[in-house]
Structure formats: C-alpha cells, structure tokens
C-alpha cells in the first residue's frame, strides 16, 4: 500500500534551518511529483511547491521561495524539504503529498511538527 | 491566486443527518477540485476528487457536485467517524485550500 513515513518533530532555534524527510514506498516513486504542505491554525492549509521527483525539477509558491528548498533521493525513494531563516511564523505541521492527477493529493504524510523557538 | 471561500465555518449536526458542505472558487475552476477529511492529530484525507469523483475506499454516503466557481460536498446519514474537519481545494492553478469546515455532533 502507498505510504508517505516523514521524519521527526523539529524544535529549532530562530535564524536556523531544518531539513525534514518524506520516505515513499508502496508504488514507483519516479512516476509521481511530490509536494509539500504547511498547517497552520492561522492560516489554515498553504501550498508549498512540489518536485518532480524523476528529473530533479522544482516549482514553489511565490510565497515559500527562498524560504523552502526541496531535494529528493531517488535511491531511497525520499523527497526532503529544507526550511531556512526560521522564524515563529514557521511554526507549522508539514505535510508532504502525493499530488495522484486532477491535482488532488491522493496520499498524504504524517505531518512533521517544526517549532520555533528561542 | 485563485480564492476559495468555504462555508460553513462550523457545523453542528446528530448521527443520521444530512449535511452539506459549499465551497465558492473566486474564479472558474473547471471542476478542478477535490475535498478533504481531517480528524485532529491526522493529516487530510482525500475524499472527493474532480469535483464528484470518488476516491478509493471511501463511503458512498460521501459525495460531491458543482461546476463553474460553486461546490458542494454532502454527506449522507452521518455516522461517528464522520465527525471532523473538511476541507475544499483548487487543483487548477497553484493549489488553494478553503479554511475548512468543524463538523461536530449536537
């Protein structure tokens, strides 16, 4: 069965970076992109980007550029996502997803929770 | 950005009612749009898709409709773990997600 194992819950200090995890098993990897999500209470669901995992390629929300850098392994099937210059505001539960077609996400990480604090 | 305006904020409703979720797109969509179920602690879970297309697995009590910029999500005699957070999203352009709807039990 498809599923989505992201790494562990983050506390970080403001200024750092981290760099969470999204580990694919149960289909081909390489056949579909992955994209990331961030959860708020505030502000509810925003999008990220995604990355083509096949070739590398990346497209980010104008928002999260240069805030979010994503990378994958396709030797063990992980996409991973690199937040910088943290922030309070970065404070979030971050999802990866499987973008399945008609651009809905049709399987879903755990989430990571990423805290900012001093 | 496309907008997506969802209503509901909240719900209150007993077991066996049928409830119904809008969501309103700021621009034509196209039937580009899926919807979501959220318990507390979990991630979403794709419900809907296409507007009226039923993902894998999930109840018929569950379905969708809509064109243009307005969708609905309805569910039929609702049943405990039908109790959570739903969500509207545009699969269009750049995905936007409405700001979800509690549905709680009265």
């Known amino acids: 069965q498809v599923q989505l194992q992201q790494s562990g819950a983050e506390l970080a200090k403001p200024g750092s970076s981290v760099k969470i995890s999204c580990k694919a098993s149960?289909?081909?990897?390489?056949?579909?992109?992955i994209s990331w999500i961030k959860q708020t209470t505030g502000q509810g669901l925003e999008y990220i980007g995604y990355i083509n995992t096949g070739s590398g390629g990346t497209n980010y929300n104008e928002k999260f550029k240069g805030k979010a850098t994503l990378t994958v392994d396709k030797s063990s099937s992980t996409a991973f996502m690199q937040l910088s210059s943290l922030t309070p505001d970065d404070s979030a539960v971050y999802y990866c997803?499987?973008?399945?077609?008609?651009?809905?996400?049709?399987?879903w990480g755990q989430g990571v929770m990423v805290t900012v604090s001093s | 950005d496309i907008q997506m305006t969802q209503s509901p904020a909240s719900l209150s409703a007993s077991l066996g009612e049928t409830v119904t979720i809008e969501c309103l797109a700021s621009e034509d969509i196209y039937d580009i749009l899926a919807w979501y179920q959220q318990k507390p602690g979990k991630s979403p879970q794709l419900l809907i898709y296409?507007?009226?297309s039923l993902h894998t697995g999930v109840p018929s009590r569950f379905s969708g409709s809509g064109s243009g910029t307005q969708y609905s999500l309805k569910i039929n005699s609702l049943q405990p773990e039908d109790f959570a957070s739903y969500y509207c999203q545009n699969g269009l352009s750049a995905p936007t997600f409405g700001a979800g709807t509690k549905l709680e039990l009265k």
């Open positions: 296409d507007a009226s």
């Open positions: 997803a499987r973008p399945g077609g008609s651009g809905a996400f049709d399987y």
């Open positions: 149960g289909y081909t990897f390489t056949s579909y992109y």
